[in-house]
């Protein structure tokens, strides 16, 4: 499960590929 902080870091980047 992702952590928070990895949450709020992929909320700031486009999660786009």
């Not at 499960?1 to 590929?17: D, E, S, W, Y």
């Amino acid at each position: 499960m992702p952590t928070v902080k990895q949450l709020i870091r992929n909320a700031r980047q486009p999660i786009r590929n």
